[in-house]
């Protein structure tokens, strides 16, 4: 085998190739550095003498689905100048690891694609090694991602595993990248990330969220002046969850005919009108419904008009809009609207602070799917530093993980 081979497919670079064997279908390629070519470890000086030799193993390359063993006369040197008797230093390799760099990356261009067991079925090896592999990756590339480019972030907590474990993450809504995990959901979990943002000396123009009192107190001490925008999406979320309280209190009290035609609206409820299906019927049916409930036909059609408040042609507009909702929610009787009345009150500035920062919390969203696809198809991660360096860097995932992940 040619010392050119041997650089550009195994990345083994000035060593001699001695002798090639092939036992157990296996490929060992026997290297070793001529003594003209040896130098001190410590000091460089080509002064130097032998004094012994083992042979050591490093997984390369394979060739197909053969593997591949570069066999190394491993040297000890003495140096004639400084005194130092070392181990020659091993150009190929890191450390004390029994696999060359060419390896390492091989698995881990496998690893990015592939789940860590497919790759470790397919090389040969314990998943273990396969794992570290790319946690060395996660953790050089996106450790500590930096905040000094931070403008608009959202912040939301997502549940993971059993046990009621959250974690509260911090969405960079410009790259889409995860640039914080913490563990928990309240407040206290975003104090380190607020200490690394004012060391990067970031501005922060406007913070995503959803109406969490936790998250709000943490924002407004660590970034008073920054605007908070409550995300719509939550909002309206907010609605329906009491559209569907209101409902379920109906149903416990209406009449066997009023309960079979309520029947089956929880959902038809939620959509918007332009997703109802002709087809099935479900207009017909919702119209019949909200025909013979007077509080049901209030609170659906007020939760309908607060999705106008987005589209408002500019602030002045939206803020007639809500205290026209607010108003109407409050005269409604309805103890379920009069409560949100009261929430939306609250919130008021963070309702209409989307209209100078059309932001929101629905990228945050989307890669919270991607959290729970991931860990559900990965049964779970017992490494926790693994999962966070997984999170950190998601948004480069060019596929998703399967298997035996953690």
Not at 14 to 39: A, C, D, I, S
Not at 130 to 149: A, I, N, T
Not at 173 to 197: N, S
Not at 393 to 398: C, D, I, V
Request: with cysteine; charged share 25%.
């Amino acid at each position: 085998m040619s010392t050119s081979l041997l650089y550009h497919a195994m990345g083994v670079r000035n060593y001699r190739h001695v002798k090639t064997e092939y036992k157990r279908g296996e490929v060992l390629l026997h290297v070793e550095r001529p003594l003209k070519w040896l130098r001190c470890p410590a000091c460089h000086s080509p002064e130097v003498i032998l004094r012994g030799r083992k042979q050591r193993r490093f997984r390369s390359v394979p060739i197909g689905q053969t593997p591949v063993w570069i066999v190394l006369d491993h040297q000890r040197v003495g140096c004639g100048e400084c005194g130092a008797v070392l181990w020659d230093r091993i150009d190929f390799a890191e450390g004390r690891a029994r696999f060359t760099r060419a390896f390492a990356r091989f698995a881990l261009s496998l690893a990015l694609n592939m789940c860590l067991w497919a790759v470790a079925q397919q090389l040969g090896v314990g998943w273990d090694l396969v794992k570290e592999l790319k946690r060395d990756h996660l953790q050089r590339c996106f450790d500590k991602p930096s905040l000094r480019g931070l403008r608009h972030i959202a912040i939301d907590e997502i549940h993971v595993g059993k046990g009621g474990r959250f974690l509260s993450l911090v969405l960079d809504l410009h790259t889409g990248a995860i640039v914080y995990v913490g563990e928990g959901k309240g407040g206290d979990a975003l104090d380190p990330f607020w200490r690394r943002l004012k060391q990067s000396g970031a501005r922060i123009e406007a913070v995503a969220m959803d109406m969490s009192a936790a998250y709000i107190a943490a924002v407004r001490r660590a970034l008073p002046h920054v605007p908070i925008i409550f995300d719509h999406f939550h909002v309206v979320k907010l609605v329906n969850d009491k559209l569907t309280a209101l409902r379920r209190e109906l149903y416990r009290t209406a009449d066997h005919a009023t309960r079979k035609l309520l029947k089956g609206t929880r959902w038809l409820l939620l959509k918007a009108p332009a997703n109802l299906s002709m087809e099935r019927n479900e207009w017909e049916h919702l119209e019949e419904a909200l025909a013979l409930n007077r509080p049901l036909a209030l609170a659906y059609y007020l939760k309908e008009e607060l999705r106008l408040l987005w589209d408002a042609a500019d602030r002045e507009q939206a803020v007639g809009i809500l205290e026209t909702w607010i108003a109407r929610a409050h005269a409604s009787g309805i103890a379920h609207l009069q409560s949100l009345a009261d929430t939306l009150q609250c919130h008021w500035h963070g309702l209409l602070a989307w209209f100078d920062h059309p932001i929101g919390t629905g990228p945050l969203e989307g890669v919270n799917n991607k959290i729970r696809a991931l860990t559900r198809q990965s049964y779970g991660f017992r490494d926790r530093e693994y999962f966070r360096l997984q999170l950190l860097g998601l948004h480069e995932t060019r596929s998703e993980l399967v298997g035996l992940a953690s």
